[in-house]
């Protein structure tokens, strides 16, 4: 499975971006699919992820971040609303084959590149 992400950049607090993540396969549907952030300074964290039947936030971004999928498009989305000043980082879209435990980083098998989102106060 190969990633790719798009829709990162700079954006004012309260603003709204929308990342999208594009994904190589024939069986998308049946991956987990989340996304970590990495700020500068700061490890990886986890911000969202959706199952086939669940999404999954952060406390940092629930009720402003949502989650979403297209498997006819093979695509991942995440909206992102209200941002913060420390929303900035780079997001990272990733792929799970089959672990249960969303929030690691460590349950997922694929990872794209990432796109910078960058939240200017």
């Known amino acids: 499975v190969q990633l790719q992400a798009f829709g990162g950049g700079l954006v004012q607090a309260g603003g709204s971006l929308r990342l999208s993540c594009a994904a190589s396969?024939?069986?998308?549907?049946?991956?987990?699919m989340g996304w970590f952030r990495q700020a500068p300074g700061k490890e990886r964290e986890f911000v969202a992820a959706?199952?086939?039947?669940?999404?999954y936030y952060a406390d940092s971004v629930k009720g402003r971040f949502t989650i979403s999928r297209d498997n006819a498009k093979n695509t991942v989305y995440l909206q992102m609303n209200s941002l913060k000043p420390e929303d900035t980082a780079v997001y990272y879209c990733?792929?799970?084959?089959?672990?249960?435990?969303?929030?690691?980083?460590?349950?997922?098998?694929?990872w794209g590149p990432g796109t910078l989102v960058t939240v200017s106060s």
């Open positions: 990733a792929a799970s084959s089959g672990s249960n435990y969303v929030f690691s980083g460590s349950s997922y098998d694929y």
């Open positions: 396969g024939r069986t998308f549907s049946s991956y987990t």
């Open positions: 959706i199952t086939y039947r669940r999404a």
